[in-house]
């Protein structure tokens, strides 16, 4: 540092910010999310750290003939310039990195992409290094102010609360054996069987399954799957065909055709279990009927939430994502599909939706996780740009109240649903889903609304833990305690899901 420049530090004080490097910095525009960034270190930054990096090692550069940090300036940096080298190329690579992002505004969403061994200090001149790196993209912020709103109200009835109440003791009714054929809403057993041609892409021996009007797959679905099996008895096949999604694991038969089979082993009807006080105890602790209902009236409640959010949110961001056109790379989109598919069970989950319900859900997810990732990605960046605007954070109390619901919905302890969090790394993932929630609370306490009845609608998916083609799902839904053992109850026996490899 100069005497100048030592004077000027003195002046200033501990508040002096460190010199700035000299830069020549190039930015390419690959893409709205896409930049190539060249850069050149100028030589007097160069010497200036090297100095600096000498300097520390004055004291303890042990030399030959002389005593501890006693050699002499030129002896020490004839021979520890090397040494230090490396320390100096992580400093200047480090730094001028920081300064670069600063400058320029680059709001990067990943780690630069380049290898730090391939980078060196020349002898003379500057030190040039250059990196890809994905950014939030820039645009207008529409405005968000004033929107017009539909909002769905329902005032739940106690007719309401029997149909939710039925269809919630259904998971803990037994299944009795039924010589008949199958109606809609019974259960049976199935073989499944795809293949292509000749060829057994995945098969699955005892699949305990509700017949309801749709089977969903990672990577199919069936529509008309309850018109098939009415009307089957045990020993009886039904086949069907269906098409493979564009995101299947398996990408050789990505949006092709694949027939399935289906062997009915078994058909059963459900008996929904009695209300009697030692059940409602076990269930949950309820003190009777009344108590119940009241839980169930409330879930009711959380439930409608979800879907005004739903609704609201979809009417907003589809309202401010018009003019949001810009491609995403690909790699972006396929290392943020896991987090979109967490995101959205984490959301479901924590609004009281059961874990049949979420799989089916997380199969329709990963039937469209590109278009569906690029969708919630360019919500995102309109959301966040909303927070930053409105300086909107995520305190503390928030992740509290949000690890809070989860528990309550899964029925385990707080700390567990945190330690499950934390082991999946899914911390900036509740980060964002708390930010995005605050910023559409925002928009909508500017809103305007307009309010539309809501329909209570019964599930009508059943969605098995299969892979159609085969191969392993890029997501599978996190799963809450025991949310792995299947509701349907054999005289005593649980079947279990069958995973495919």
Same mark, same amino acid.
């Given at each position: 540092?100069?005497?100048?420049?030592?004077?000027?530090?003195?002046?200033?004080?501990?508040?002096?910010?460190?010199?700035?490097?000299?830069?020549?910095?190039?930015?390419?525009?690959?893409?709205?999310?896409?930049?190539?960034?060249?850069?050149?270190?100028?030589?007097?930054?160069?010497?200036?750290?090297?100095?600096?990096?000498?300097?520390?090692?004055?004291?303890?550069?042990?030399?030959?003939?002389?005593?501890?940090?006693?050699?002499?300036?030129?002896?020490?940096?004839?021979?520890?310039?090397?040494?230090?080298?490396?320390?100096?190329?992580?400093?200047?690579?480090?730094?001028?990195?920081?300064?670069?992002?600063?400058?320029?505004?680059?709001?990067?969403?990943?780690?630069?992409?380049?290898?730090?061994?391939?980078?060196?200090?020349?002898?003379?001149?500057?030190?040039?290094?250059?990196?890809?790196?994905?950014?939030?993209?820039?645009?207008?912020?529409?405005?968000?102010?004033?929107?017009?709103?539909?909002?769905?109200?329902?005032?739940?009835?106690?007719?309401?609360?029997?149909?939710?109440?039925?269809?919630?003791?259904?998971?803990?009714?037994?299944?009795?054996?039924?010589?008949?054929?199958?109606?809609?809403?019974?259960?049976?057993?199935?073989?499944?069987?795809?293949?292509?041609?000749?060829?057994?892409?995945?098969?699955?021996?005892?699949?305990?399954?509700?017949?309801?009007?749709?089977?969903?797959?990672?990577?199919?679905?069936?529509?008309?799957?309850?018109?098939?099996?009415?009307?089957?008895?045990?020993?009886?096949?039904?086949?069907?065909?269906?098409?493979?999604?564009?995101?299947?694991?398996?990408?050789?038969?990505?949006?092709?055709?694949?027939?399935?089979?289906?062997?009915?082993?078994?058909?059963?009807?459900?008996?929904?279990?009695?209300?009697?006080?030692?059940?409602?105890?076990?269930?949950?602790?309820?003190?009777?009927?009344?108590?119940?209902?009241?839980?169930?009236?409330?879930?009711?409640?959380?439930?409608?939430?979800? *879907?005004? $959010?739903?609704?609201? #949110? !979809?009417? %907003?961001?589809?309202? /401010?994502?018009? +003019?949001?056109?810009? &491609?995403? @790379?690909?790699?972006?989109?396929?290392?943020?599909?896991?987090?979109?598919?967490?995101?959205?069970?984490?959301?479901?989950?924590?609004?009281?939706?059961?874990?049949?319900?979420?799989?089916?859900?997380?199969?329709?997810?990963?039937?469209?996780?590109?278009?569906?990732?690029?969708?919630?990605?360019?919500?995102?960046?309109?959301?966040?740009?909303?927070?930053?605007?409105?300086?909107?954070?995520?305190?503390?109390?928030?992740?509290?109240?949000?690890?809070?619901?989860?528990?309550?919905?899964?029925?385990?302890?707080?700390?567990?649903?945190?330690?499950?969090?934390?082991?999946?790394?899914?911390?900036?993932?509740? *980060?964002? $889903?708390?930010?995005? #929630? !605050?910023? %559409?609370?925002?928009? /909508?306490?500017? +809103?305007?609304?307009? &309010?539309? @009845?809501?329909?209570?609608?019964?599930?009508?998916?059943?969605?098995?833990?299969?892979?159609?083609?085969?191969?392993?799902?890029?997501?599978?839904?996190?799963?809450?305690?025991?949310?792995?053992?299947?509701?349907?109850?054999?005289?005593?026996?649980?079947?279990?899901?069958?995973?495919?490899?």
């Amino acid at each position: 540092m100069s005497n100048q420049e030592e004077a000027v530090a003195s002046e200033a004080g501990d508040d002096t910010q460190p010199q700035k490097l000299e830069l020549q910095v190039q930015i390419d525009k690959k893409s709205a999310c896409e930049r190539h960034i060249t850069v050149e270190i100028g030589r007097e930054s160069i010497e200036r750290y090297f100095e600096n990096a000498l300097k520390e090692l004055m004291p303890k550069a042990a030399v030959p003939g002389f005593r501890l940090g006693r050699a002499p300036r030129k002896l020490v940096e004839t021979r520890f310039r090397k040494d230090v080298s490396e320390q100096v190329k992580g400093s200047l690579l480090m730094d001028s990195l920081s300064q670069v992002s600063t400058e320029h505004e680059l709001s990067p969403i990943s780690e630069p992409d380049f290898d730090p061994l391939s980078v060196n200090i020349p002898d003379e001149g500057p030190m040039k290094f250059e990196f890809d790196i994905e950014v939030r993209p820039e645009f207008d912020l529409p405005n968000w102010k004033g929107l017009a709103i539909d909002r769905p109200v329902r005032e739940f009835t106690d007719a309401d609360v029997d149909v939710q109440l039925k269809n919630l003791l259904a998971g803990q009714g037994q299944l009795t054996p039924h010589d008949g054929p199958a109606a809609a809403g019974d259960f049976v057993s199935l073989k499944i069987t795809a293949k292509s041609g000749d060829e057994v892409l995945s098969e699955t021996t005892h699949e305990g399954v509700c017949v309801r009007k749709t089977l969903s797959f990672h990577d199919a679905t069936l529509e008309g799957f309850e018109k098939l099996i009415v009307g089957a008895k045990a020993g009886d096949k039904r086949t069907a065909e269906v098409e493979i999604s564009e995101n299947a694991a398996n990408e050789a038969f990505r949006g092709k055709k694949v027939s399935l089979e289906f062997e009915v082993l078994d058909v059963k009807k459900l008996e929904l279990p009695e209300m009697t006080p030692e059940f409602l105890q076990s269930v949950g602790g309820f003190e009777s009927e009344a108590d119940m209902r009241d839980t169930v009236r409330k879930a009711l409640e959380r439930r409608l939430k979800y *879907h005004q $959010q739903q609704q609201a #949110r !979809k009417q %907003i961001l589809g309202a /401010l994502t018009v +003019a949001a056109n810009w &491609d995403l @790379p690909p790699e972006l989109l396929k290392r943020q599909a896991g987090r979109e598919f967490e995101r959205s069970v984490l959301e479901l989950r924590r609004s009281g939706f059961n874990e049949a319900e979420i799989r089916a859900h997380g199969n329709q997810l990963m039937q469209n996780s590109r278009e569906s990732t690029a969708k919630s990605l360019k919500e995102h960046f309109v959301l966040e740009r909303i927070a930053e605007q409105e300086k909107i954070e995520a305190v503390a109390s928030d992740y509290e109240d949000e690890v809070a619901l989860i528990a309550e919905q899964s029925g385990e302890s707080v700390r567990r649903v945190r330690a499950q969090i934390e082991k999946r790394g899914m911390m900036d993932t509740l *980060h964002n $889903q708390i930010i995005e #929630r !605050k910023a %559409i609370d925002q928009i /909508l306490a500017d +809103a305007k609304f307009k &309010d539309t @009845p809501y329909s209570l609608e019964l599930p009508t998916t059943e969605a098995i833990d299969m892979a159609v083609a085969g191969g392993t799902p890029a997501s599978d839904i996190p799963e809450a305690e025991n949310a792995g053992e299947s509701p349907y109850k054999h005289g005593g026996e649980t079947t279990t899901t069958t995973k495919q490899s």
